[in-house]
């Protein structure tokens, strides 16, 4: 197929576009270009801003969309663009709070979660323009996404204070529950999706629900080294730091039925963090 990305310099975009071309299809990548990336095969490539008037672009099969955050961002594009089938990288943080988990694709209403604020928003905006645009679509709901090259520290934030003997400390009690997804297993979701053009939101999430404690256990097992923990109860909920520690004391847990319905496994969360922690 000819494919149509968007984003594709860093993390999940590459992984994407490595998946893609291994499996054959013609890819045109859309970026700014601030982050080169040797990728698995060679690419078309067009250095543009989406936030600023683009070229016509042409007609694609497909387009996976891995960096719109705003309705905007999308409706602009789609003015831009002829395509048969849509892909659009949202996250879980589009639910509407709530604590009835799990969070169902075809039940769990999204709306606000004033926690993840601006994010929630603009992503929800998203979800609601393609659910209304009469277009062929299908949106994956990431949860916490972990892998190599992440460029937002979680992670590394706690192996890299491990070893430095630093004090890891958790928001709140550090007891909310919580799932994490790896970044191959997202792009692979992304992939199934698009080839088969399935239409529908899916959750990309691990079968483990842990806490944010056990997390940080299961890291410090890994890399052997015995962890200081210290909990802060004045960045609890709203009040989080993300300075102080990746993740806010919030249970959100999510059904990855669907997602496995479709043909999706997710390995063990350890096995996982084994390939990326040193």
């Given at each position: ?241 993300v300075d102080e520690f990746p993740f806010p004391n919030e249970n959100i847990i999510c ?6 319905k479709a043909g999706m496994v997710f390995r063990n969360l350890c096995a996982g963090l ?5």
């Amino acid at each position: 197929m000819n494919i149509l990305c968007l984003g594709g310099g860093r993390f999940l975009g590459p992984v994407v576009i490595d998946q893609l071309l291994r499996r054959g299809h013609g890819i045109t990548v859309l970026n700014r270009g601030r982050h080169p990336v040797n990728y698995a095969g060679p690419v078309r490539h067009i250095r543009a801003d989406r936030h600023e008037p683009l070229p016509w672009l042409g007609s694609f099969d497909v387009v996976i969309d891995t960096c719109a955050y705003r309705a905007e961002d999308i409706q602009s594009l789609f003015e831009r663009v002829s395509f048969g089938f849509y892909l659009f990288v949202s996250t879980v943080a589009v639910y509407k709070k709530t604590d009835c988990f799990p969070l169902i694709e075809d039940v769990s209403p999204i709306g606000e979660w004033p926690l993840w604020g601006e994010y929630n928003r603009g992503k929800v905006a998203c979800e609601k323009f393609l659910a209304q645009s009469g277009k062929a679509y299908a949106s994956v709901r990431p949860t916490n996404i972990l892998g190599s090259n992440n460029h937002i520290p979680r992670e590394m934030f706690v192996y890299e204070r491990l070893v430095k003997g630093l004090p890891i400390i958790l928001p709140g009690n550090g007891e909310a529950l919580v799932q994490f997804v790896f970044v191959d297993e997202v792009a692979r979701l992304a992939v199934l999706l698009a080839e088969g053009k399935i239409r529908g939101c899916f959750n990309a999430c691990g079968d483990e629900v842990v806490t944010l404690k056990d997390w940080v256990q299961k890291i410090s097992a890994i890399a052997g080294v015995r962890p200081h923990l210290q909990f802060n109860p004045d960045t609890d909920g709203l009040a989080h730091r993300v300075d102080e520690f990746p993740f806010p004391n919030e249970n959100i847990i999510c059904s990855n039925a669907k997602a496995k319905k479709a043909g999706m496994v997710f390995r063990n969360l350890c096995a996982g963090l084994k390939s990326i922690v040193p």
